[in-house]
């Protein structure tokens, strides 16, 4: 299945719309400017505050879910899962507490966390993982700067050594077998890049009430399908990629920093450069979070991501080629 590259731009166009008459909503309506100033105060203020109290009575007490014998864990040692991540709030604190402890629960692989922070906040959290797990964990303490993700990810691929590499943000899961269909679609079937859901309504957003049961019993079954919300998802998330063709292909494109429309140009320059990219029929469950600066359109760098994708869209295959191959970053990595 190929995902038409139009209909990315198109609704990369329609989105820029919606943000602009947003922009004048909010400047218009003195509401919206009261709850951004109380999105700010939230995010610089209470959130380090409540990240404190939820070490205590959250994180610490580390829960151990039963193991089944019956349940062996699934050999995923040929992928390597990149994770760069960055505490800034609760929500992804008790989000990357649920998904590092049930990639451990049901599989056999790598990790490699990109942290960004003075100190970090998952030491504890890693010890707690099981020998199956091989972590390797990197702090960056400067955290003075906006998360230049894609940048963390470059520095984490350039260690993989394993064939299959899964670009993963810390608030997806996946059901269990559906990791294992996705490596085998590029070790058994050659494909280059896949997505692991379906291009269309495969996005579930888990709510934070189910979200606090997941956290103990790391079940998604459990979860009542009816209390979920249903989005669109045709990129990002979390994708799977052959190691090489990933790196040949351009790796991440550092020009993008913080929040931007990185996802949807990965996405249409691997199709456009003709490497095989596949959507399988499954579903993705995101964990609901709050939304800071580097997860949203609030960051400064977002307008000038927005042109560098326009401008990136309008190129030929030959032209994005010529591109990736004169861009002055890759340098350091090959």
Request: proline share 3%; net charge positive; hydrophobic share 35%.
């Amino acid at each position: 299945m190929i995902y038409n590259i139009t209909e990315i731009v198109r609704n990369h166009r329609n989105s820029k719309k919606v943000l602009w008459r947003y922009w004048i909503f909010l400047i218009d309506t003195p509401f919206k400017i009261l709850s951004y100033l109380t999105h700010l105060i939230n995010n610089t203020i209470f959130g380090p505050l409540d990240y404190f109290r939820l070490q205590k009575i959250y994180v610490l007490p580390t829960v151990s879910p039963k193991k089944s014998n019956r349940d062996p864990k699934i050999d995923l040692t040929d992928v390597t899962f990149l994770i760069p991540l960055h505490v800034e709030s609760i929500d992804r604190l008790v989000n990357c507490s649920i998904v590092l402890r049930y990639l451990d629960r049901f599989l056999k692989t790598n990790i490699i966390i990109y942290e960004v922070g003075r100190e970090s906040r998952i030491d504890m959290l890693l010890k707690d993982l099981s020998s199956d797990i091989n972590i390797e964990h990197i702090l960056d303490t400067d955290d003075t700067a906006v998360f230049h993700r894609t940048r963390f990810l470059n520095i984490m691929l350039e260690k993989v050594k394993t064939p299959i590499t899964a670009n993963y943000d810390i608030d997806v899961l996946l059901a269990p077998e559906d990791y294992k269909r996705a490596a085998d679609a590029i070790l058994l079937s050659g494909n280059s890049l896949v997505y692991p859901y379906r291009a269309g309504n495969s996005q579930r957003r888990i709510l934070k009430k189910w979200r606090n049961k997941l956290y103990h019993n790391l079940l998604l079954t459990d979860i009542a399908q009816n209390e979920m919300k249903v989005y669109q998802s045709y990129c990002g998330h979390c994708q799977f990629f052959n190691t090489d063709d990933y790196r040949f292909g351009g790796m991440e494109n550092e020009h993008f920093i913080s929040f931007g429309p990185e996802d949807q140009e990965r996405c249409m320059r691997f199709q456009k450069m003709g490497y095989k990219v596949l959507w399988m029929d499954n579903i993705v469950y995101h964990l609901e979070h709050r939304r800071t600066n580097n997860s949203s359109s609030w960051n400064p760098y977002f307008k000038n991501n927005n042109n560098l994708f326009t401008y990136l869209c309008s190129l030929n295959k030959e032209d994005i080629i010529r591109y990736y191959k004169s861009i002055e970053y890759l340098q350091k990595y090959n």
